[in-house]
Nanobody
């Protein structure tokens, strides 16, 4: 069982920045075995893909809606993953979730990720 806990959410004005963090714990032999994804879910909306990074940090994927404004990264030694978000917009308002998968395809989907955190709220005011 892999346990993920997000932090770093909050209230920011449009154009501002936030860095979300996700800490992994539990029974994991090698954190580097997992691909990591970030997803978000706004009220009344489906959970949508934001960004993902593969096991070796050699490949990243971003949703078109955030491309150029966010950066995903990971620190396998610390069992941490991050989502740096800049130039935030009101439409970025959502609960953000980190998730882990044993693999990463070219089009990450919610169903591809077996382990999920509890989410952290990001609110962007206009």
């Amino acid at each position: 069982q892999v346990q993920l806990v997000e932090s770093g959410g909050g209230l920011v004005q449009a154009g501002g920045s936030l860095r979300l963090s996700c800490a992994a714990s539990g029974r994991i032999f090698l954190f580097s075995n997992y691909a990591i994804g970030w997803f978000r879910q706004a009220p009344g909306k489906d959970r949508e893909f934001v960004a993902a990074i593969n096991r070796g940090s050699t490949s990243t994927i971003y949703a078109n809606s955030v491309k150029g404004r966010v950066t995903i990264s990971r620190d396998n030694a610390k069992k941490m993953m991050y989502l740096q978000m800049n130039s935030l917009r009101p439409e970025d308002t959502a609960v953000y979730y980190c998730a882990a998968s044993y693999g990463l395809g070219s089009a990450p989907d919610v169903a591809d990720f077996a382990f999920w955190g509890q989410g952290t709220q990001v609110t962007v005011s206009s």
